[in-house]
């Protein structure tokens, strides 16, 4: 079982910067091995992919946030890491963390290709 902690959300102004992460309690090989990623939910909203990572690193973003953030993950550390910069009153919402199912490889940035999800954490952008 993969259990995902997500911290660093907050309220900022538009144009302001934010650092989420996400802790995965899973072991070594196992983490590796699963593609991650970051979805959000607005109010009313349906929940949408904003970013994945591959194992290797490969990286996929919605177009709605490409040249503002950046994913990352440590393999070692089991964590996942999403850098918003330039943030707008649209990208607020809740931030969740997901993982694929162990060497499964989602086909697309679709709630339906991740199993696993944490609690999320709120990112609220003031104008």
């Known amino acids: 079982q993969v259990q995902l902690v997500e911290s660093g959300g907050g309220s900022v102004q538009a144009g302001g910067s934010l650092r989420l992460s996400c802790a995965a309690s899973?072991?070594?090989?196992?983490?590796?091995?699963?593609?991650m990623a970051w979805f959000r939910q607005a109010p009313g909203k349906e929940r949408e992919g904003v970013a994945a990572?591959?194992?290797?690193?490969?990286?996929t973003y919605a177009s709605s946030v490409k040249g503002r953030f950046s994913v990352s993950r440590d393999n070692a550390k089991f964590t996942l890491s999403l850098q918003m910069d330039g943030l707008k009153p649209e990208d607020t919402g809740m931030y969740y963390c997901?993982?694929?199912?162990?060497?499964?490889?989602?086909?697309?940035?679709?709630?339906?290709?991740?199993?696993?999800w944490g609690q999320g954490t709120q990112v609220t952008v003031s104008s």
């Open positions: 997901a993982s694929s199912s162990q060497l499964y490889r989602p086909k697309t940035l679709r709630v339906e290709e991740y199993r696993h």
């Open positions: 899973v072991s070594a090989n196992d983490y590796s091995s699963r593609y």
């Open positions: 990572i591959e194992p290797d690193g490969l990286t």
